[in-house]
């Protein structure tokens, strides 16, 4: 019978060791370190027992079967193992198909309450051990243990009560104890949060009770973040606002709506300071989601010259401005230049006809990400790729955008709505930060009345995208209902939309 159950224990950690491999291969979850200790422990403890049982010589001459002792010592680190081995085994099962968000701890406390009733009532079998004198004495001792572990005790009692009440759950958003952090693990002395900066920060149970607690994850993971940002008296709010909701509308990783929005803060010393409020989808992507606001933000003014203000002097302000914009639009100036004459489609332009250009057009900066324009749109401007790529999308029947090209340095777009009026035919979409030198129609209009000789220049750098051309050039020829070259129909159009004679 020995052999027997010695076998039987033998078995048990073999499956143990099976079923943790099964774990590892099958689910990802990594073997628990205390139930592989109490595994062995108890695989340990057995076969001394069964070994010094199996001794003729041992001094008390007892069979194992005959020992009582034996079998409440198995029994005390089976049960221990076994339990180990549950609780990690249902913990792990539960935590990977998210069918709990509980910690660990909890279910180490239904594991020690199983525990103690194993032993107690193992003892209570085989010594016949009265209960009622055993609950008597057990409180006397409880009374002079609990006396030295007090801070223990209220640590283990908070985290009861913590976990009853379920304020945060693991790998929610908190705010406690001065700390902010995701909520890594708790056990029955404290709780462990992971900072932004990947810093283990660990609290007493019994400080995290008595502490106000923030949960950035409920009702909803969805939270409204809000930052300001303060800019110059000398653009109209209502501008500004549209300016900023444009912004954040064009922005995947946000959203805004009746309840988030952007609006007017405060008016300070050195400019009006707007708040950005907004949702977003996760409370811990609240710096990556800030960054690329904030970086678009700047690409989104600078291209509407709006200035962020410095607390200083408005006199020395004005001063300072009007010398750096004209130091600036020299430079850009002599920027657009040097870039348009780069390009093989403008390279037999003179210096009167290149600076003619740059006169009229300017530099805009986007992020990557950004939409310059956007199909159906009604557009009056053309841009020229100096640095970076864009996409051109076009929508599928299902209205969802679909990646058809790309465009990089010295490519043009927006060209078809420019010289025709036509709406936007694809949108465009910055994949990396892009510059690009923009014309409008007014712009292009007084550079083509003092040089008239540009427009074939710009027809013919068209001739170059032949599927575009080729669709305007048949639908001007039916709204005509004329049969001419294509070049004289193309030409004849944009002299109409653009009100320059013959």
């Known amino acids: 019978m020995s052999l027997i159950i010695f076998l039987y224990i033998i078995a048990f950690c073999i499956f143990h060791y099976a079923v943790a491999i099964f774990f590892r291969k099958k689910f990802g979850i990594k073997y628990d370190r205390k139930t592989l200790v109490a595994t062995l422990l108890f695989l340990i403890v057995s076969i001394s027992i069964f070994s010094f049982a199996s001794i ?65 009532l193992s003892a209570k079998y085989f010594f016949s051990l009265d209960l009622a004198a055993f609950l008597v004495t057990s409180t006397v001792i409880s009374a002079i243990v609990g006396l030295s572990v007090q801070d223990t005790l209220s640590n283990l009692f908070a985290g009861v009560s913590l976990q009853s009440e379920a304020p945060f759950n693991i790998g929610e958003w908190v705010f406690l104890g001065g700390q902010e952090g995701k909520v890594v693990d708790q056990n029955w002395r404290s709780l462990t949060l992971l900072s932004r900066e990947n810093h283990r920060i660990t609290l007493p149970n ?54 988030a929005f952007p609006f007017v803060k405060e008016y300070a010393d050195s400019g009006i300071i707007y708040s950005l409020k907004f949702w977003i ?40 401005d009007a010398e750096a914009k004209e130091k600036e639009h020299t430079y850009n100036k002599a920027k657009v230049i040097q870039e348009l004459k780069d390009f093989e489609w403008l390279s037999n332009l003179n210096e009167k006809q290149l600076g003619l250009l740059s006169e009229k057009a300017w530099l ?46 010295g490519d043009f777009f927006g060209e078809m709505s ?28 007084e550079i083509l009345l003092k040089e008239p000789s540009l427009l074939d220049i710009f027809v ?41 004679p013959s």
């Open 460 to 500: 013919n750098a068209l001739e170059s995208n032949q599927s575009a051309l080729a669709k305007v050039i048949e639908d001007f020829s039916k709204q005509e209902n004329v049969k001419e070259p294509g070049r004289i129909i193309l030409m004849r159009r944009i002299r109409s939309y653009l009100k320059i």
């Open 418 to 445: 420019l010289l025709t009026g036509n709406p936007r035919s694809a949108t465009i979409k910055a994949a990396v930060d892009t510059t690009v030198v923009v014309m409008d129609k007014k712009a292009f209009t």
């Open 206 to 259: 019994k400080m995290v009770a008595q502490d106000m607690i923030i949960n950035y994850s409920r009702p909803t993971p969805r939270q409204i973040h809000i930052f300001d940002v303060g800019l110059d008296y000398s653009h109209p709010p209502n501008e500004v606002k549209n300016i900023l909701n444009k912004l954040l509308n064009d922005m995947s990783e946000v959203t805004i709506d009746e309840v």
């Open 364 to 409: 805009e900066s986007y992020a990557k990400g950004e939409t310059l324009i956007t199909q159906g749109n009604e557009g009056d401007s053309m841009g020229i790729i100096i640095s970076g790529q864009v996409d051109i999308l076009i929508k599928n029947p299902e209205e969802v955008d679909v990646k058809v090209a790309d465009k990089t340095r």
């Open 56 to 120: 003729e010589s041992n001094p008390w001459k007892v069979s194992l079967v005959e020992d009582k002792i034996y079998w409440l010592v198995l029994i005390t680190f089976g049960s221990y193992a076994l339990i180990q081995f549950m609780v990690w085994s249902f913990y792990s099962l539960l935590r990977h198909y998210e069918l709990t968000r509980l910690p660990r701890f909890t279910f180490n406390i239904f594991g020690l309450i199983l525990f103690i009733l194993t032993v107690v």
């Open 281 to 320: 989808e996760d409370y811990g992507q609240v710096p990556f989601v800030q960054d690329k606001v904030l970086s678009r933000l700047w690409y989104v003014l600078n291209r509407k010259n709006i200035k962020i203000p410095y607390t200083i002097n408005e006199l020395l302000v004005q001063m300072v």
